[in-house]
């Protein structure tokens, strides 16, 4: 039995380097979306540090998260980058999805 999971990760990286940590990790949520068990993640920016960023990811399988998603091949790079650019250890909080509720609107209004 599958037991999907949500995840927050906070990575707050050293001045200087909040562009680099986009590029690294553009590569990563890009080849995430083409996983089976990945339902959808969002990359958030502090709006009053502009070094802090948060990823809300949610995925089909917990046990297979851990265990296959966080030692693929393409998070290599970002993962040994990262812990080189961190200001503080990214934190990780695991959550139990109980309800998702979602609307699209039109940004250009």
């Known amino acids: ?3 999907p999971i949500a995840l927050i990760v906070s990575i707050h990286v050293l001045d200087g380097h909040a562009e680099e940590y ?3 990790s553009r590569p990563v949520l890009d ?3 083409h996983e089976p068990t990945f339902i959808n993640t969002v ?3 502090d709006p009053d ?3 802090r960023f948060m990823l809300y990811e949610t995925w089909a399988d917990r046990a297979e998260f851990f265990e296959v998603q966080m030692t693929r091949p393409y998070r290599l790079p970002y993962e ?3 812990a080189e650019i961190l200001r ?3 934190t990780m909080h695991v959550w139990e999805p109980l309800r998702a509720d979602f609307t699209f609107f039109d940004r250009s209004r």
């Open 88 to 90: 503080t250890p990214r």
């Open 80 to 82: 040994r980058r990262l």
């Open 43 to 45: 990359q958030h920016r």
């Open 31 to 33: 080849a995430m979306r």
């Open 22 to 24: 986009l590029r690294l």
């Open 49 to 51: 540090d502009p070094n």
């Open 1 to 3: 039995m599958t037991t």
